[in-house]
């Protein structure tokens, strides 16, 4: 108390002075209509400055909580659009509607990625507790990006299409090949079909899907556009560079695909493994 009582005598002038400074200015600005204006004017500036950087900041802080909302509103989507997809009628023959795959849509963070290695991988938010098992296809809102593989109660280690391991087989402008879509660590956004015979009459710019042979991927979902295409003469098969859609480099959110019907269709081709 003694300093607070000496630190206002050392002050006291200084204080003073300030009071009066103020006094003088709030009794200008009452009694002056002019610099009443302007001051209520600055003060207005003043106060939607702050307010504006008040939710500036306020809205960085909540991007985490509507990222994960937009992603939950999606998966409702997608999963809606599926039941779209299989109810409407197409004129078809039969047998292709027995095949027709059947998909639920789960939605993921991916907290850990790499494009730089011979086999990569990326890690996602969800895990066993949430249904994911493994080999089951991932995709962004792009394209496809890799196969869960290694599953925890609430993580899941998933294979990258950057992965020499991973492979699918393609369609190429409505057309099933069975061809293959590989990585060769050439890059992280590009991969190469493989196994089609030079009569086929694919060329630059031609789009490549998933197609109806896969049992991960529904079919359909986007993997890139034909870049270059190579005759090689040392063999009868086609060089088809593929550009993917999806940028494994900025990978956040993913949709893994969940197969209803996965269990009965594994049996199936163990037991027709364990045969031949």
Known sequence: MIEFLQFLRNRFSSLLWWFFLFLSIGLLVQKNFYYRVVFKSKTNQASLSLMQKSNNFKSYFELRKTNKDLMEENEVLRNRLNK?????????????????????????????????K?????IIQKGSKDGILPNMGVVSNKGIVGITETIASNYSLCRSVLNSK??????INGINYFGEVKWTKKGYNKMYITEIGKESKIQSGDFVTTSNFSSIFNENVPIGIVGKVVKKKENNYLQIECLLAANLKKLNYVYVLKRKDKEEIDQLIELSSNEH
């Open 166 to 171: 991973f492979t699918t087989n393609p369609k």
């Open 84 to 116: 779209i997809n299989q109810t409407r009628q197409i004129p078809v023959n039969k047998l292709d509607l027995i095949d027709e795959e059947v998909f639920e849509v789960l939605a993921a963070k991916v907290i850990f990625n790499t494009i730089r």
């Open 118 to 122: 011979n086999n990569n991988y990326f």
